[in-house]
């Protein structure tokens, strides 16, 4: 194995681990080596048996669809967790796409400053950048959720895709905010000097000794790093979050808010936050993509592109599950991107039947993923993973206790011990 391959196979590693991790099920005793040993096995035997070509494509699979994992993630905090049906997706991932630009690139000067146009360009940092994207979709959001969240169901829906299209043609038509209906170039790649010559004068001299074999067209692996890292910080939190007395509460609000407010708790403000939360990591995701792309423009945030098809994600995966939201991430980016070598692969068919039938091609792959989405609806509609009907570690850690005490209380076929009133209701006997 050449030295390049061995630094490929090195920073695929963690990233096929880390998925393992958030995917698979089971004690973390068995969960860690089970992914270590996946992970790094995965990792190695792929960059020494597939074409370079063949692997680069994946890493760019990969990027793409842990781009689209985060957006689902944020969908799954406010339709998964809350019930909001949102469908404004698109206008919440440009904000954080076009937050990040602005914030992170250089204002355009002299001759430049002719053909591109841009409110202002501070040149910051690329976590400041992302954080930024987040923080204004967030603060975009908490002003939207005020008047809309009054509305439920279907009227809430509408009252999305048109925020998001305004959102969206804001950005086409304000030239002197993101240079219109022209793309806004130059959007920085973190880390991006670690392959190239010479490398970052901040980099440890060991460190950049082993980068060294890789070229510029290899970026791509040390970016995947950077959104798989991000994307398991996302998870980690959410899990945190909804699992958490805060959690239980929008879980019940979906289910039975007017139960939930007579307990006291304070349902409006509770559906606000994870309206805003979801909103933020949309932005998040909006601001990965940019860095991803390096440019941009208000074509890419198609509600097609940018909606549909994460509501497609999320549904396949699991809503209420956000092990689920990433596996459907994943499994319907792969069959979109395969769907682009079927429609190929048809064209001769299709050209036989009439000359300009291979031009709508691009309809099949639509028309296969709504297929796949009628499916999803009627044979699997609470996803590949269903939500977990416990969520809380203590109850599942003081349940299974309970299984394995020796003269616990004998259930009828085996069920669980009877819930007590707080734990029935998802809370603590101390109310939190």
Wanted: one cysteine or more.
């Amino acid at each position: 194995m050449d030295p390049a391959t061995l630094v490929k196979a090195i920073l695929l590693a963690p990233t096929l681990t880390i998925l393992v991790f958030a995917l698979v099920r089971i004690p973390w005793r068995a969960r860690v080596p089970l992914g270590l040993v996946l992970g790094v096995g995965g990792a190695f035997g792929a960059a020494a048996t597939l074409d370079a070509g063949l692997l680069s494509y994946l890493v760019s699979f990969s990027i793409m669809a842990g781009i689209y994992a985060v957006l689902c993630l944020g969908l799954n905090v406010q339709w998964g967790y809350t019930g909001h049906l949102n469908f404004g997706i698109a206008g919440f991932f440009a904000l954080g796409a076009f937050t990040t630009a602005l914030v992170t690139t250089s204002a355009p000067t002299g001759t430049l400053a002719q053909y591109s146009q841009q409110a202002f360009g501070l040149e910051l940092p690329f976590l400041v950048g992302i954080a930024a994207g987040a923080v204004v979709a967030g603060v975009v959001a908490f002003l939207i959720a005020i008047p809309v969240l009054r509305l439920r169901m279907d009227f809430l829906a509408i009252a999305t895709i048109g925020i998001a299209e305004i959102i969206r043609l804001v950005f086409q038509n304000e030239r002197w905010l993101a240079n219109g209906p022209q793309p806004l170039r130059g959007v920085p790649r973190p880390l991006y000097c670690t392959v190239q010559e010479p490398t970052c004068a901040w980099l440890p001299a060991p460190v950049a000794a082993w980068l060294a074999p890789l070229a510029p067209r290899d970026y791509i692996f040390i970016y995947l790093g950077i959104v798989t890292l991000i994307l398991a910080l996302v998870y980690l939190a959410l899990e945190r979050a909804v699992r958490s007395p805060w959690g239980r509460v929008l879980r019940a609000t979906r289910d039975e808010e007017t139960s939930t407010a007579m307990s006291g708790k304070n349902v409006p403000r509770v559906r606000i936050q994870s309206f805003v939360l979801g909103a933020a990591v949309m932005g998040l995701g909006g601001a990965l993509y940019a860095h991803y792309t390096v440019t941009i423009d208000y074509s890419h945030f198609n509600p097609l592109f940018a909606t549909f098809i994460v509501w497609v994600m999320l549904m396949l995966g699991g809503s209420g599950n956000n092990r689920g939201a990433i596996l459907g991430a994943f499994i319907i980016w792969g069959v979109w991107s395969g769907t682009a070598f079927l429609t190929e692969a048809l064209e001769p068919g299709l050209r036989a039947i009439s000359e300009t039938l291979p031009d709508r091609s691009a309809y099949l792959r639509w028309l296969l993923v709504a297929l796949l989405l009628a499916a999803i609806v009627l044979y699997r509609p609470q996803g590949l993973l269903k939500e977990e009907t416990i969520v809380s570690r203590h109850l599942l850690r003081r349940r299974g206790a309970a299984a394995t005490t020796p003269g616990a209380t004998a259930t009828v076929g085996g069920a669980p011990p009877a819930a007590t009133a707080p734990e029935a209701a998802g809370r603590d006997p101390g109310g939190g």
